[in-house]
Structure formats: C-alpha cells, structure tokens
C-alpha cells in the first residue's frame, strides 16, 4: 500500500510515521509537501504532529488553508483513509473535516507522557486489530488538546459512535486523573461521521516497534493496512484526488 | 481605514488562562476581579474607503481565519 505523509512548515513527527510505515511495516510511503494539490496514487493520508507554522493564531488555523488540504479534502470525501495525528488532528478540526475544536489544556501546560485510551469503536479502519474496551499505552505530548465541542455535536459523536478513544486509566476507568488536558467527555480520539477520518491527539507512531518497549500504536496502522486489503475503502480513490 | 478586532471564547467555555490569571490577580491582593477571560486582540489596515465594505470583509475575515466560531466570539470597530 502507498502512504502519503503530509508535511507542512514546522511538521516534526513526519519522518517517525515515515520511518513506521515504511521500516517497521514494509509499505511504500511518500512524504507530501504541503503545497502539493494531488494526493494522486496514494491509498491513505497520515497528517503528522508537530506545531504546523508555529501554531500561529490557533493550532491548526493557518495549516488548514495550505494547497494541499483541497486534495485532502477531496481525498476524504471519496472516502480516502485520513489519520490525523496530534497536530495532525488539530488541523482536521480547523478544516472542518472532523467536528469540534481544541483548547489549551486544562493545566495550561504542555503535557508530555504516556497516558491510556480506551478503544470505544473498534469497528473503524483505524482501529479493526483492537477490541471495544481494550486499553492502550500511547504517549501524548501536546499543549492545546483539551477537545471541546457542543452539547448537540457531543451527543451525535456518542450516538454514531464518532468517539473512538477515550482517556482512561490503566484499568480503563475514564477518572479525571487519567484526563491530561480536560477534554470533553474524556475524549481523545474523533471520528468523522462517514467514517474514514480520524482524528487523534496520542502519538501512535512513537509506540510502534517493541525495542521501543511498547508496540500498542502499531495496532492503529496495521488496522489501516487491514482496511485497504480487504478493500472496504478503494484504493482507487486516490486517483483523482 | 483601521480595524481593531476582538476574540474571545465563548460565554460558558472554560478558560484555563483567565481561570490562573483570576488566581493571581486574587493572590495578589486584588479581590474585586473576577471572571477574568482571555482572548485575542488584532488590528490591522485595510485598503477600502467605504465602511460597509471594510466592515464586510472584516467579518469574512473573522468567520474565515481569525476566530474559530466553534469556540469563540468576535466583535470589532472600524475607523477611517
């Protein structure tokens, strides 16, 4: 399966999701520069973290009107896999491609440290190789991800199951403790209503290799994998984007 | 002509920053604040010499860019 890697200015967890996919998975991947405007040939899209043009104005904010989101747009719209990531996510929700917005967090500080999700919809293309109610270890490190969102929009994430990860503790209780940044309802990762686009704020790709000491994030790339073989979501959809 | 734009979150969206901003304020002594909210103050030129124009593109602005309308409010002023 082909991979693009979006890059933007100020993109610092790019050649970690390179180096996971193509390393430790053995897929072909291709970084995009952000004023790329075809995603042609790719079968997904990983938006990576970092602090895209500084996080100028908003996180996300000035990202979003890069040339290369009309393509992933597009490309979201035919139904194209797209992992948001940290920053990655940030940028997603600026677009409008994923509802809600981000805050700063709760402590107002930068939060850097693992912390446990637990899977609430196991039936996405992110997350078909975990269980509903499993508990994974997965470093977060950012300052603006206490996730908000209306009480009308909260009840049609829980509703259609838009919610996929949730902060918990090792057990997967959803206490307050185990929340790092105060997000709404605890959550930590967002789906879009056609279901192929996520949005997560912890770093899977820093969680994929066991000499790491912890594989828990390879399970989201290798349920990525799993979709685009079965072909649930054409890989055709690429072509055009 | 001038335009002098405010953002701020909306009402009932928690503020950490005014929460911890409330919090000195308090311990400094000064303890009639309250309800401290941060936000955001732009200002910027702009090439029109009819004020709704400048006024409408203002307003494009915000709702496009400068404010994220999920989670904030804008107001502004223009002046020639």
């Not at chain 1, 049609?156 to 185990?178: H, I, M, P, W």
């Not at chain 1, 959550?187 to 879009?192: E, H, K, R, S, T």
């Amino acid at each position: 399966m082909k991979f693009g890697v979006v890059v933007f200015p100020g993109s610092n967890c790019d050649q970690d999701c390179i180096h996971v996919l193509s390393d430790v998975l053995d897929q072909q991947v291709t970084p995009v520069w952000h004023k790329e405007t075809s995603l042609k040939g790719l079968d997904a899209v990983v938006l990576p973290g970092g602090f895209s043009y500084g996080d100028y104005l908003r996180t996300g904010a000035i990202a979003r009107f890069s040339p290369v989101m009309e393509a992933v747009k597009a490309f979201a719209q035919k139904g194209g896999i797209v992992l948001g990531i940290c920053n990655g996510f940030q940028i997603l929700l600026e677009a409008g491609l994923l509802p809600g917005a981000m805050l700063r967090n709760r402590s107002l500080t930068f939060v850097c440290k693992d912390v446990y999700v637990r899977v609430e919809n196991a039936a996405t293309p992110f997350t078909g190789r975990c269980e509903v109610g499993q508990v994974l270890k997965i470093p977060v490190a950012h300052a603006d991800g206490n996730y908000y969102t209306d009480e009308v929009m909260l009840s049609q994430l829980k509703a259609s199951a838009q919610v996929v990860f949730r902060y918990c503790d090792q057990v997967g209780r959803l206490t307050e403790d185990a929340n790092p940044n105060g997000s709404l309802d605890h959550i930590a990762g967002v789906l879009n209503a056609q279901g192929n686009v996520l949005g997560m704020m912890p770093h899977p790709e820093r969680c994929a290799e066991e000499i790491l000491g912890n594989d828990d994030g390879r399970r989201i790339f290798l349920s990525m994998l799993d979709a685009l073989k079965t072909g649930k979501l054409s890989s055709d959809v690429g072509v055009a984007g | 002509m001038k335009a002098k734009i405010y953002i701020t979150l909306k009402k009932g969206i928690l503020d950490p920053q005014g929460k911890a901003v409330a919090h000195a304020l308090a311990t400094l002594g000064f303890k009639s604040a309250t309800n401290v909210r941060m936000g955001k103050y732009v200002e910027l030129d702009i090439n029109e010499t009819a004020r709704d124009k400048a006024e409408a593109a203002v307003k494009a602005m915000c709702e496009k860019l400068l404010a994220n309308t999920v989670i904030e409010d804008y107001r502004f002023e223009v002046e020639s």
